[in-house]
């Protein structure tokens, strides 16, 4: 009896743990603002210290998996992550729960491109590969959509470090299934560790996100903030200089040069830089401005979740008969579509009749995006460098999630505290309260109990960035549906021409092709 169907659910769990990760700990920010008195600022690295260390290890995280074997390392990694989940709900303080969050990120990104690569090497026939790949977009999907419902729950009955006990068992789990079921497999060819490129890398990202997160505290016409750009920028074209020199390097910057490639990966970075940006935001307008509880924020985030599953499946299936180019630049487009009309969003918004049908939309969007994009990024390398393909996914999913979290939070937190202080200028606030107010919305929110003024300043103040953030993100989208339309090859998959090579006797080492 073939292994195959158990191997994915192994993988798939894993997957989703680690992605449920990265918007559980959402739904949980409102509590952790008044539990642990934490700002915007803390709040947007407990968030993307996750998904910082996510994104600049995963390159890295990939080809050691291919060297050491993918069954130990997704071990390991489960384990790791397991462990750092159970510390993180013991910490009192937003510096101990940061540093618990990058310590998570750095298992993530073991575990994410390993589950990849076992995708890649246990299902070899492309059809068979390509309807793996839909399910496991779904998981990671689910995951990531989910994440505000399981916490919510939580939530409503514990206090938030149940969102991290709740990861514990279920790692400990997936450990179990891999250690049953997933096979063992490994490139022996890999080369070392590509230590420059290493380094160079995760120096570049964290100056990145840093500037990114900070410019609302320094000013993003600071000098602070306008140098930290300039270093970022300077750190990036330094690693694309070692990338081309260093003799085994981390990451072939040439595969950039192949559109499938290149294209793909820049509209998975739009597609989770939209999502992650949203989910930030739209838990806290729940909650903050809606009054909904966690558990009701949850739930009304389910219909993301639902439409990202079905989209994730429905993409694997159209995107052989109509093209990875028609199905990506079509998700991209309704993306933007979607965050343009979220933009449109009020205080007062029916949730059934608009924010229903704005989420489904955004949904579908992202699911067509996610795994069309995934497969025209593992066609260009072979099985046995599945790992490299895989992590370089990965990093893209993260780096948008990364980015997005980090330049919406920022500019919502710029925006909304220059409104917020705008709005409450005649009231009778002292200087401390009021910048603490600016700072840290949860602050406000306790402080509208006291004072109704500062209610609806902080109704108001808060739409007014959230409007203005799903503008940019819907630009960001619209203009990534057009580069997808003209930089993606327009070509569809032929499955008689495929059979009649494999007839033949003859390799297929790249999906056959016909023209449009």
Request: glycine share 10%.
């Amino acid at each position: 009896m073939s292994r195959k169907p158990a191997i994915l659910a192994t993988v798939c769990l894993a997957a989703l743990t680690i992605n449920l990760d990265t918007t559980i700990v959402n739904v949980a920010l409102p509590s952790l603002a008044r539990e642990l008195d934490a700002g915007t600022r803390d709040l947007l690295w407990i968030v993307d210290g996750y998904n910082l260390a996510f994104a600049a290890l995963v390159l890295a995280m990939g080809s050691i998996s291919d060297r050491i074997g993918r069954r130990p390392a997704l071990v390991a990694g489960l384990a790791g992550f397991a462990a750092a989940s159970g510390a993180a709900a013991l910490v009192d303080s937003s510096a101990a729960l940061i540093a618990l969050r990058f310590v998570m990120g750095v298992c993530a990104a073991l575990i994410f491109p390993t589950t990849l690569s076992i995708i890649a090497n246990a299902f070899p026939d492309r059809r068979e590969r390509a309807g793996a790949l839909g399910v496991w977009g779904a998981a990671v999907g689910m995951g990531v959509a989910l994440g505000p419902i399981t916490g919510g729950f939580l939530l409503e009955h514990f206090s938030w470090h149940s969102v991290f006990w709740a990861l514990v068992p279920v790692g400990l789990v997936a450990i179990g299934m891999t250690l049953a079921f997933v096979p063992e497999s490994r490139d022996p060819g890999v080369p070392a560790l590509d230590r420059p490129g290493l380094v160079v890398s995760v120096a570049a990202l964290g100056t990145l996100t840093w500037t990114i997160i900070e410019a609302p505290e320094h000013g993003w016409s600071s000098l602070t903030t306008l140098a930290g750009f300039a270093v970022a920028a300077l750190l990036i074209a330094v690693f694309v200089r070692v990338e081309r020199v260093v003799e085994h390097p981390m990451l072939d910057v040439t595969l950039f040069l192949d559109r499938r490639f290149s294209a793909a990966c820049g509209a998975v970075t739009v597609a989770f830089f939209a999502l992650f940006g949203f989910i930030f935001l739209i838990t806290q307008f729940f909650q903050f401005v809606r009054d909904y509880s966690a558990l009701g924020t949850g739930l009304r985030i389910l219909p993301v979740a639902i439409s990202i599953a079905v989209a994730s499946v429905a993409g694997a299936v159209l995107a052989p008969r109509l093209g990875t180019k028609r199905v990506v630049t079509t998700g991209l487009a309704l993306l933007g579509a979607a965050f343009l009309w979220i933009s449109t969003m009020t205080v007062e918004t029916s949730y059934a009749t608009t924010m229903v049908p704005q989420m489904v939309l955004m949904g579908l969007g992202l699911g067509l995006v996610s795994t069309p994009a995934t497969e025209s990024i593992l066609q260009v390398l072979p099985p046995a460098r599945a790992g490299v393909g895989s992590a370089v996914n990965d990093a893209t999913r993260e780096l948008g999630g990364t980015l997005g979290v980090a330049v919406v939070g920022s500019l919502f937190s710029s925006l909304y505290g220059d409104r917020l202080a705008s709005l409450l200028e005649g009231a009778r606030l002292d200087a401390a309260t009021l910048d603490r107010a600016r700072e840290s919305v949860g602050f406000a929110d306790a402080l509208a109990d006291r004072a109704p003024q500062v209610s609806d300043a902080l109704d108001v103040a808060f739409v007014h960035g959230l409007e203005t953030a799903c503008v940019v993100i819907g630009l960001l989208c619209l203009v990534g549906a057009v580069a997808a339309a003209v930089a993606l090859p327009g070509h569809r998959y032929d499955p008689l021409a495929e059979a009649a090579l494999a007839g033949a006797g003859a390799d297929v080492p790249e999906p056959a092709v016909s023209a449009r």
